[in-house]
């Protein structure tokens, strides 16, 4: 019933920021709009990680240890979108990131963008 699209990845420098975006699309008959937002990645050959989530009734999002302090969350609820500003990349922030949008206790998810992180 969500549909999601990443947008904003890409090769960066060490030390570099990106910008990601996910636009999600609430396709229920309801239209209630989505409930909490966020971010995985996976890099090659390891597992899928968490990266952050941000509830639609707070004002902040909640972050893996990993990120803290590096990587911001915004969301404009309104337009069903969710940012990830990513600062002070390293090398193992490479990976693709992963939109999701929970809704009615079901979790979607987007397709990815990549993010490059060269040393």
């Known amino acids: 019933q969500v549909q999601l699209v990443e947008s904003g990845g890409g090769l960066v420098q060490a030390g570099g920021s990106l910008r990601l975006s996910c636009v999600g699309s609430d396709r229920s008959s309801e239209n209630n709009g989505i409930d909490s937002m966020g971010w995985f990645r996976q890099a090659p050959g390891k597992e899928q990680e968490f990266v952050g989530i941000f509830r639609r009734a707070e004002n902040f999002g909640h972050y893996a240890d990993s990120v803290q302090g590096r990587f911001t969350m915004s969301r404009d609820s309104s337009k069903n979108t969710l940012y990830l500003q990513m600062d002070k990349l390293q090398p193992e922030d490479t990976a693709k990131y992963i939109c999701?949008?929970?809704?009615?206790?079901?979790?979607?998810w987007g397709r990815g963008t990549q993010v490059t992180v060269s040393a």
């Open positions: 999701c949008g929970d809704q009615h206790a079901m979790r979607s």
